[in-house]
């Protein structure tokens, strides 16, 4: 493969320009404005995030509505990946754990029986006389 040409100036104009918009609509988003706002420590487990390591902390939304960004950063809070990640796992099985206690409650009791055809697997064996006697 054929090593491409530096951009035109033009070309690289526009590629900076292009950069530019990313980093200020980043800037704008939630993720930097939590960032701004709140300390640098995830809201589960206390862990402190600085340097390199300030990408493992996520925004999480309390109320899970993503579209749901206040000014002041309200509906946020700053979670480790790890952290975010069992906050989410909370919720789709907790559902899942309350509706089955919910159906175990009002389940009736089982007629079913494991034991109920084991006559029937086992072959009937004609009846041994003690010794001595005579039909």
Same mark, same amino acid.
């Given at each position: 493969?054929?090593?491409?040409? @530096?951009?035109?100036?033009?070309?690289?104009?526009?590629?900076?320009?292009?950069?530019?918009?990313?980093?200020?609509?980043?800037?704008?988003?939630?993720?930097?404005?939590?960032?701004?706002?709140?300390?640098?420590?995830?809201?589960?487990?206390?862990?402190?995030?600085?340097?390199?390591?300030?990408?493992?902390?996520?925004?999480?939304?309390?109320?899970?509505?993503?579209?749901?960004?206040?000014?002041?950063?309200?509906?946020?809070?700053?979670?480790?990946?790890?952290?975010?990640?069992?906050?989410?796992?909370?919720?789709?099985?907790?559902?899942?754990?309350?509706?089955?206690?919910?159906?175990?409650?009002?389940?009736?009791?089982?007629?079913?029986?494991?034991?109920?055809?084991?006559?029937?697997?086992? @072959?009937?064996?004609?009846?041994?006389?003690? @010794?001595?006697?005579?039909?």
């Amino acid at each position: 493969m054929k090593p491409q040409p @530096p951009a035109s100036p033009e070309r690289r104009a526009l590629l900076q320009a292009e950069i530019r918009r990313d980093i200020v609509a980043r800037q704008d988003g939630y993720r930097e404005k939590a960032l701004r706002i709140l300390p640098h420590v995830c809201a589960s487990c206390g862990r402190s995030f600085d340097g390199k390591r300030l990408k493992e902390l996520t925004v999480h939304h309390k109320d899970h509505n993503h579209n749901n960004n206040p000014p002041d950063g309200s509906n946020w809070e700053l979670l480790c990946i790890y952290c975010h990640d069992h906050e989410h796992e909370k919720t789709l099985l907790g559902g899942y754990y309350e509706g089955a206690r919910a159906q175990k409650d009002t389940l009736k009791p089982s007629i079913f029986s494991q034991f109920s055809a084991l006559d029937n697997l086992i @072959p009937a064996s004609p009846e041994t006389d003690s @010794p001595g006697e005579q039909p």
